[in-house]
């Protein structure tokens, strides 16, 4: 049986389950996988039994029957997507493939990574594990939000960055959106293409409250 540890909120684990959902699979539905939440505002994560799991100490983490850890949210949706479901969630040619992988990495590193130093340097809850710098965080939302209009640009006559249909790539940059609102930012507020994207993806793929 192989091993999926996550918590349902979190940014990186998102991927995973978004990526999933995606493909019509529901995770908690797959039977040779079991999945652990991981309660992170417990601090579980931090535990000596977690650390022998994954030293990072870092969510998600997929352990395989063999014993291989994968403990990249990447490296985990490239596994899944590569073993459930039909259709490719990252992408379904060479080309394709290294089109979501341009524009995912992009949309991680500038927008994503952006709202999460922003959150680290500015949330009450990371302040025991991070040596906050409250500048650092205004600092890095403008750093997110100078990248949009490329984004915008891209979305502003399709409803996919890729191709015509869902990728990985649409994936990291809604759960890049939907982390800034943490920090009051609008995601629907950035240009016409991205709040219908945002908006589309929201109905599909929110959290629910």
Do not use: W
């Not at 249909?165 to 890049?176: E, K, P, R, T």
């Amino acid at each position: 049986m192989k091993k999926l540890y996550l918590t349902r909120m979190a940014p990186n684990p998102r991927k995973v389950i978004i990526l999933l959902q995606a493909k019509g699979i529901d995770i908690d539905d797959i039977d040779d996988i079991d999945v652990i939440d991981i309660d992170m505002t417990k601090g579980e994560h931090l535990t000596e039994e977690f650390r022998k799991i994954n030293p990072l100490q870092l969510l998600p983490v997929l352990v395989l029957q063999d014993g291989t850890v994968l403990n990249d949210s990447q490296a985990i949706c490239e596994y899944l997507d590569r073993v459930y479901g039909e259709r490719s969630v990252m992408g379904n040619d060479v080309v394709q493939r290294a089109q979501v992988c341009s524009i995912s990495r992009t949309a991680e590193f500038e927008v994503l990574y952006n709202f999460m130093l922003a959150f680290q340097h500015s949330h009450p809850s990371k302040a025991k594990r991070v040596d906050q710098v409250p500048e650092f965080a205004a600092k890095s939302i403008k750093r997110a939000e100078k990248v949009l209009p490329y984004f915008n640009n891209i979305l502003k006559d399709k409803d996919y960055l890729v191709g015509d249909q869902l990728s990985y790539a649409d994936i990291v940059f809604y759960i890049g959106l939907d982390f800034g609102r943490l920090l009051k930012f609008d995601p629907t507020a950035h240009g016409e293409g991205i709040a219908r994207f945002y908006n589309s993806m929201n109905e599909r793929f929110g959290l629910k409250k």
